[in-house]
């Protein structure tokens, strides 16, 4: 049986190596597709980011919808690992493989050939299409996404509806739907000793005695309890490194890194104060640096959601879960420019890992979907 649209495009585009920030020829290859079909394509490249941002108008007044995603995908890792080659877009059985194959090219081809079904069925739709495609977001994630927001934005380009292809399913296509993430505010701790010999104590000061109790307060904390949408914030300490190697040092320093994935029960100001008041406490000097990389976003009314779930429960006949679970991504630089904002794309079970596959007919189904929610939003 031959491949359909859906992943003839898919394997063109994991052919593509564009491990973050690169984009290959993926871009070219999506702005190509997209003229023929008679879109308008802008490249807007920051830096060493290739950002893509193309529209096609339906009849005058209408919202305006857009598809949004990346071409970027992390390293392959040991490609010995690999069952077949992770740039090679291979279709065994089922299963399409490759870097990218559910994170998240395989959706930017459901989407592409989603729009292109609709607009040759439908003349009148109302509003606008779009398509935000960049190549940071497995990166930085500096000039990509935010930076195209920020341009549109200064136009006066206002996005309605905003639907992001990554993986959000567990078990099968759109069984869960992302309606939001955490945020995410990581820190980097410098807590300042007095180095000296181990036997003479009482002239150095144990920067590592000092974190003890500072640490175990803010690995015990009850920051928040979370809400209906949200799990309760966390506090993890990703790394911790002092000393020279000596065992008859006191060292002079610790350095320890750690983030908060924290709910809308939590604010990042909070967050940062209840941290400098513990660390206080237990510290007599200490530096700490502040990285917020995403503020919480969530979804909970407007026309997307409905839509969304209508069009799932119409082709898969599941009641789609509503999420706030996982990591962040790009809608944390969207939605808070008052866009209505849902993640739904293919599985996740293999993103980021040696041999990471999605399901044949799942990216056709996702097609359909996304063809179904376009009709909703723009045929009313």
Same mark, same amino acid.
């Given at each position: ?22 984009? @290959?020829?993926?871009?070219q +290859? #999506?702005?190509s ?7 308008? *394509?802008?490249?807007m ?40 080659s992770p ?19 395989g ?9 292109? %079904?609709f ?24 000039? @990509? ?21 990554e ?7 759109g069984?869960? *739907? ?19 010999? *181990? ?11 000092e ?25 993890? +300490? ?9 065992n ?14 924290f ?21 007599a000097?200490y ?17 997307? #959601? ?5 069009? #799932?429960l ?8 509503l ?13 808070? %420019? ?33 063809e179904?929610?376009? @009709? ?5």
């Amino acid at each position: 049986m031959s491949n359909s649209d859906t992943i003839s495009l898919a394997q063109q585009l994991i052919r593509e190596p564009s491990v973050s920030p690169e984009d @290959g020829r993926c871009q070219q +290859i #999506i702005a190509s597709y997209l003229t023929n079909l008679g879109f308008t *394509v802008e490249h807007m490249p920051f830096g060493p980011v290739k950002n893509l941002w193309a529209t096609r108008q339906g009849s005058a007044g209408g919202p305006l919808f857009s598809f949004a995603g990346h071409t970027d995908v992390v390293p392959a890792g040991p490609e010995g690992e690999w069952r077949v080659s992770p740039f090679e877009g291979k279709v065994s059985g089922d299963m399409l493989h490759g870097r990218g194959a559910a994170d998240m090219k395989g959706s930017l081809a459901a989407m592409l050939t989603a729009t292109s %079904r609709f607009v040759a069925k439908v003349d009148d739709y109302h509003g606008t299409i779009a398509f935000l495609i960049t190549s940071d977001e497995e990166d930085a994630a500096t000039d @990509g996404t935010v930076k195209v927001m920020d341009t549109l934005e200064s136009r006066g380009t206002k996005i309605d509806y905003c639907l992001i292809g990554e993986p959000s399913s567990s078990q099968t296509v759109g069984d869960v *739907v992302r309606v939001g993430r955490r945020g995410s505010l990581g820190g980097t701790l410098i807590i300042k000793g007095i180095q000296g010999h *181990v036997a003479y104590a009482d002239e150095a000061r144990n920067p590592i005695h000092e974190s003890a109790p500072a640490l175990l307060e803010l690995t015990t904390t009850l920051w928040d309890e979370g809400n209906e949408f949200f799990p309760a914030t966390t506090f993890q +300490i990703s790394n911790i490194t002092a000393g020279n190697g000596a065992n008859n040092v006191i060292p002079g320093e610790l350095l320890a890194e750690f983030n908060f994935r924290f709910s809308t029960e939590s604010t990042e100001q909070s967050l940062r104060q209840q941290t400098e008041e513990i660390l206080s406490r237990h510290c007599a000097e200490y530096q700490l640096d502040w990285r917020l990389s995403g503020q919480p976003f969530l979804t909970t009314v407007g026309a997307l #959601i409905p839509a969304v779930q209508a069009a #799932i429960l119409n082709r898969s006949g599941l009641d789609a879960e509503l999420s706030t679970a996982g990591g962040t991504s790009d809608g944390r630089f969207i939605a808070p %420019r008052n866009v209505e904002v849902v993640e739904l794309g293919p599985c996740n079970a293999t993103i980021h890992k040696v041999n990471e596959q999605v399901s044949v007919k799942d990216l056709d189904a996702l097609s359909v979907i996304y063809e179904d929610i376009l @009709g909703a939003l723009l045929c009313q």
